[in-house]
């Protein structure tokens, strides 16, 4: 089983910083990607960012510029490095990794952006 434990949720506001991590757990599984996703109120679960074992990188247009994604070197931890905050990106943030036999997710971490 892989597990996913998330930190660094908050309130920020606009203009400000965050960073999320994630940390899987879990060594009987290769890890292709790890990632982030989120969910705004009344919208569907959608991609933030996606980083491959091969560090090939995957953003969503409106966080291109701004968010930054990066994973450790043992690949079991991923990070989402958040600056330029708008209220936009008010949402809950789902940590995700999958491999050829998995797919696992995080608790979810609340962002707020907001003055």
């Known amino acids: 089983q892989v597990q996913l434990v998330e930190s660094g949720g908050g309130l920020v506001q606009p203009g400000g910083s965050l960073r999320l991590s994630c940390v899987a757990s879990?060594?009987?599984?290769?890890?292709?990607?790890m990632g982030w996703y989120r969910q705004a109120p009344g919208k569907e679960r959608a991609l933030v960012a996606v980083i491959t074992s091969r560090n090939i990188i995957t953003y969503t247009d409106s966080v291109k510029g701004r968010f930054t994604i990066s994973r450790n070197n043992a690949g079991n931890t991923v990070y989402l490095q958040m600056n330029s905050l708008e209220p936009e990106d008010t949402a809950v943030y789902y940590c995700?990794?999958?491999?050829?036999?998995?797919?696992?997710w995080g608790q979810g971490s609340q962002i707020t952006v907001s003055s």
């Open positions: 879990g060594s009987q599984y290769r890890i292709n990607a």
């Open positions: 995700n990794a999958y491999g050829p036999a998995f797919s696992a």
